[in-house]
Each structure stands twice: as structure tokens, then as C-alpha cells.
């Protein structure tokens, strides 16, 4: 880990009012790794995530990626910079094709302009060729081109979410965030989203950082974990690590629990 | 991509051969002037319909103050014809732009409010507009300005087509498809990286632009225009359009823009029950259609219905 952070946050936190939501948040992502959030409900995750994608404007700390601030920036200037998100409850573009929910992600890459597609000059034509091109190859990853002109809303759950994950590729990012992508999702559906994760790490040179509740998912695949409660990190290490940590049962199941074991 | 590029050529061939018949109709007095003055109102409010069709149904922005945009055009185009002088055409665009800019002045702040607040804040533009007018003599406050009649078929035509032509290219392509993923989820657009506020804003100048053009036709076919014709009313006639239509259906917007057009200018040989009679028509529609006339498909589809059954009938969901 000799190289620069991809991301690096430091003493992050937000207010809602007097609720101090996430407090002294510390992470550090270093390109091509695969990081577990974890924590009870309602521990902050999503507000994270929302902090590390422009959605609240952090109150205190700093959030660095590949060197520059990015906190204050909008959330499409900050997917412009290279962080891409998925959703905890699916946010699809339910009326568009599953072929468009692609294409809105590849739109801040096009370059055709609003005149040229008006008169349907040739930059259209080729800008528009492109962008269904790439569409189409990603949706064959992701199993989806054989329903490609379905509306997004008719799609099984599963389809959903996978394509969500597809769309949050298309939009070109260096660092992806999972909002519980396994939510749902039956155990066989699970490994398979095991698998296709791995596969678009590799494939697409992703630095990922996910958050979920399936233990059998995080243990499985993240390389190091963090565990938020109440707002703050209580423990961070390999899954292991965390697995063993005292103040991660403790949120998890109660400190009566530690005392009897103890 | 060739065969797109086709039936776009088919399609405008055949809205000038329509337009050949309808042209010739009227020069052999086939269609007496009525009729002909009825299909110029028709040709109006299609373009106003289609023009707020792109701002609500497209772009999922409530806004209901279309009649402010129609206003401007209407005085700005009368004013370059009456006052200064120029001819038709200019003034047809300079109402155009002059709306369009009006657009953009509130657009930008109003664009950032969602829903309810929109809907007042355009409602409110609007009115502010109405009742300058009401109270500048320069263009005869409330008894109204004097237009000399210039629109005909072939202008309302024109401008009907080159209305629907920049708004259907608009909707297919990047841009439109970032406008729609607005109208369907805002923070996921966001998330996607599409500048929401820009297309918001963009959107609402197009529509304001041919709203606009609207305007020049109208002032141009009454020989008198009031501020009184610019009501909220007139607003919520061109969002009846929209909605009775389909949100989200260019089509249904045309269609029903013709339908109700044709409705009332036939009942204004019922002066009393004429409203009575409007008002339950779009109540049935309401009641039975309650998507309106077209849902979100477009009359296209229907063509290409066969297609669509085989891909349904194919379909196969991986992994």
C-alpha cells in the first residue's frame, strides 16, 4: 500500500441540527481495494455515502479524492469526477427503457451538443451511434441486452438492482459506492452478485466501497472493514479483525451479551 | 440509424403533402374562411400544447404559467409589426425570443423550486406579465391593440412543424433523455451526473420560445389583442391540452389539442351550455382515461405494435 489514497476522508461530520448524524469519520481508499461500511441500523452508512457524493455538504472535515476537495461540490460535478453510486431503495428511471437508464449514465461523456441533435447534424448521429454501442456492451455484463427495450420498471428485483450497478458504471467511475446491493436478494442471487462484483472490480479497474448487511457477503469478499455506530467508526480492520472486535459485538448484540461471555 | 433518418423524411413529405391539400382547399374556397381560421387556432394551440408538453410531460416541471410566455409574444410581435414596422416573419421570431429569454430570467430562479411552489411561482409570472401589459398605454392597457390580420395557413403551418420537428429531435437525443430521467427520478439524474438545473432551465426556454411564436400568430390572426385574453385562465387551457393528452405523450398533447380545439369552436353556437358541455367532456375523459388519451405512448408505437409483441414474446431474463 505504498501508493496515494484514491480517497481519503478526514474528520468528517455532519449536523442535523443538534443530531450529529456522522461524527470524526476517517477513511482511507487506496486504488483497486474492496471495503466493507458496516453498522447496526440507522449507525449513518447512507449518510456517508451521501457525504462522499455531494448530497449533504459535510459540516466539518475534509473530503480529498485523488488529492483535490471535492466536499461542497454538486452531486453531478462530483459523478463528473470520477464517484459513482448506487442506491439503497432502487432509484431507476422507471418510464425510460433499460437501454436509457444506460444511456443517461454515458450522457456527461457524450460531446454532441443540444443545436446539433436539434437539426439532426452529423455530430448527432455519431455521438448517439457511440453512446448505443457502449450501452449495449455493458448491459451484455451485466446479462440485461436481451431486455433492453423492456421499461426499467418491468424487470424482476433482481434485474433492478443489477441494473442500477450497470448504470453507476456507465457514468465512468474510478471509485464505486454499493448501497447494499444484496438487499433482498435470496442466497443464490447473492453469490452471483458476489461473483459479478469481483468481475467488474477487475474488469472495469473499480476501487469499491459497499455497504451492506449480508455478513456472508462482506466476510466473503471486502478486504478490510469498517463498522460505523451512532455516527462514529468504532472498529476498522480485516474482516477477522472486526469479526473479533469487542465494541462491534457490543453494537451488534448488546453489551449484556459480552458480559455473559466475558 | 438509416432507417430512422427515413421515416423522418416520409414523415415530413407527408405533412407538406397534407399541408398541399389543405392549401389548395382553401384557395379554391373549398373550405371557406371559418374552417380555414379554425385550422390556424388549431395550428396555435398545438404549438402551445406541444411547447408545454415538453416542459411537463418531458421534464416533469409543473408549471402553469405558459399563458405569460403567449402574452409576450403576442405584444412583442405586435409591437415590431404596428409600431416599428417589420415585417411578419421578424416579428414572429423577435416575439419568439423575447419569450424565450423571459424563460430563462425565471426559469432559473423558479426552476429550483419543485411541485406546488412552481406551479405558483409560474402561475405568478404570469399574472405579473398580464397586468404590465394592463398598465402600459403604449400598448393600450386594457382596451387592447389594434393587430393587422397576417397569419395563414402557410405561416401557422410552418411554425407548427418546426415546433414539432425541434421538439421531437430534442426529445430523442441525450438531452431529452436527461430531461425525462429528471421527470422520472431527480436525485438519481443528479447521481448520473446530468446538471439537473441546466436542463431544467433549457427545457423551459424552448417551451417559452415557441410559446412565444404562438403568441405572433395569435395577435396576428384577432386583429385585437387584450390583456384579459392572457388570463390564468388561458394558462390552465394549454395545461388541459397536456394532461387530457397524456403526460408524457407528444402525440395525445396534438391530439387532444385538435379535439378540444374543434369542441368549443363548435359550441359557440350554444352560448349558454357551451362550457357546461367542455367541462363534461373532459370530465368523461377524466373518468375514463384517467392517464389521458394517450398514456406516455406515442402514436408511433402503434405502428410498430407487431415488433413490440415479438419482443415481449421473446423475452428472457439472464442469469
Redesign the interface.
Known amino acids: 500500500m505504498e501508493d496515494k489514497p484514491i480517497l481519503h476522508v478526514s474528520q468528517v461530520g455532519i449536523n442535523f441540527g443538534g443530531l450529529k448524524a456522522v461524527d470524526g469519520f476517517n477513511l482511507k481508499l487506496y486504488p483497486g481495494e474492496l471495503i466493507g461500511l458496516i453498522g447496526p441500523n440507522g449507525a449513518g452508512k447512507t449518510t456517508v455515502f451521501n457525504l462522499l457524493t455531494g448530497v449533504y455538504t459535510p459540516t466539518e472535515g475534509e473530503i480529498m479524492l485523488n488529492g483535490e476537495r471535492i466536499n461542497g461540490l454538486a452531486p453531478f460535478k462530483v459523478t463528473r469526477k470520477g464517484i459513482s453510486r448506487t442506491f439503497q431503495n432502487v432509484r431507476l428511471f422507471n418510464e425510460q427503457s433499460v437501454l436509457d437508464n444506460v444511456k443517461v449514465a454515458y450522457h456527461s461523456l457524450a460531446r454532441h451538443s443540444i443545436i446539433s441533435s436539434i437539426f439532426r447534424l452529423r455530430n448527432h448521429f455519431i455521438g448517439e451511434q457511440e453512446m448505443e454501442a457502449k450501452a449495449i456492451d455493458l448491459l451484455k455484463i451485466f446479462q440485461l441486452d436481451k431486455v433492453k427495450d423492456e421499461k426499467a420498471k418491468n424487470l424482476p428485483y433482481g434485474g433492478q438492482r443489477r441494473l442500477e450497478i450497470a448504470r453507476a458504471l456507465a457514468a465512468g467511475p474510478e471509485l464505486l459506492l454499493l448501497d447494499e446491493p444484496a438487499a433482498g436478494m435470496n442466497p443464490q442471487e447473492t453469490n452471483d452478485l458476489m461473483e459479478l462484483i469481483s468481475f467488474i472490480r477487475e474488469q472495469f479497474n473499480l476501487t469499491i466501497l459497499l455497504i451492506e448487511h449480508d455478513m456472508k457477503l462482506v466476510m466473503g469478499i471486502c478486504e478490510r472493514i469498517s463498522v460505523l455506530d451512532h455516527g462514529l467508526l468504532i472498529a476498522e480492520g480485516t474482516p477477522d479483525e472486526v469479526r473479533n472486535h469487542p465494541k462491534v459485538i457490543e453494537a451488534y448484540l448488546g453489551e449484556e451479551v459480552i458480559s455473559n461471555h466475558a | 440509424?438509416l432507417k430512422k433518418?427515413n421515416t423522418?423524411w416520409l414523415a415530413i413529405i407527408l405533412a407538406f403533402v397534407f399541408y398541399g391539400v389543405i392549401q389548395l382547399l382553401i384557395s379554391t374556397a373549398i373550405i371557406n374562411p371559418f374552417y380555414s381560421n379554425t385550422l390556424i387556432f388549431i395550428c396555435i394551440n398545438i404549438i402551445l400544447a406541444v411547447s408545454l408538453h415538453l416542459v411537463i410531460g418531458i421534464t416533469g416541471q409543473f408549471s402553469i404559467g405558459h399563458a405569460g410566455f403567449l402574452a409576450l409574444g403576442a405584444y412583442i410581435s405586435a409591437i415590431m409589426t404596428m409600431e416599428l414596422g417589420m415585417p411578419f416573419s421578424l416579428a414572429l421570431v423577435a416575439g419568439g425570443i423575447v419569450a424565450a429569454l423571459a424563460g430563462l430570467v425565471v426559469g432559473i430562479p423558479s426552476l429550483r423550486l419543485r411541485g406546488d411552489y412552481l406551479a405558483i411561482a409560474t402561475l405568478g409570472f404570469a399574472e405579473i406579465i398580464r397586468i404590465i401589459f394592463l398598465n402600459i398605454d403604449y400598448v393600450g392597457g386594457a382596451a387592447g391593440m389594434q393587430v393587422t390580420h397576417a397569419t395563414t395557413w402557410t405561416t401557422s403551418f410552418l411554425c407548427l412543424l418546426l415546433t414539432i420537428v425541434?421538439i421531437v429531435?430534442?426529445t430523442n437525443?441525450?438531452?431529452?433523455?436527461?430531461c425525462?430521467?429528471i421527470?422520472?427520478?431527480e436525485?438519481?439524474?443528479?447521481?448520473?451526473?446530468?446538471?439537473?438545473t441546466y436542463y431544467k432551465v433549457?427545457a423551459f426556454v424552448i417551451g417559452s420560445f415557441f410559446a412565444g411564436i404562438a403568441g405572433g400568430l395569435y395577435a396576428h390572426n384577432f386583429y385585437i389583442i387584450q390583456p384579459v385574453n392572457f388570463g390564468f385562465l388561458k394558462s390552465f387551457d394549454i395545461l388541459i391540452f397536456v394532461v387530457l393528452g397524456g403526460l408524457?405523450s407528444l402525440s395525445g398533447a396534438v391530439i387532444s389539442a385538435i379535439l378540444l380545439t374543434v369542441v368549443s369552436t363548435f359550441l359557440q353556437e350554444l352560448p349558454e351550455t357551451r362550457m357546461i358541455i367542455y367541462s363534461l367532456v373532459l370530465v368523461m375523459v377524466m373518468l375514463y382515461r384517467p392517464q389521458g388519451l394517450m398514456g406516455?405512448r406515442e402514436i408511433t408505437d402503434y405502428f410498430g405494435k407487431w415488433k413490440w409483441k415479438r419482443?415481449k414474446g421473446?423475452?428472457?431474463?439472464?442469469?
Request: charged share 15%.
Open positions: 440509424m433518418v423522418f425541434v429531435n430534442f437525443s441525450r438531452h431529452g433523455r436527461a425525462i430521467s421527470r422520472e427520478n436525485i438519481a439524474a443528479d447521481a448520473m451526473g446530468i446538471n439537473t433549457t408524457g406516455t419482443i421473446g423475452n428472457q431474463y439472464g442469469g
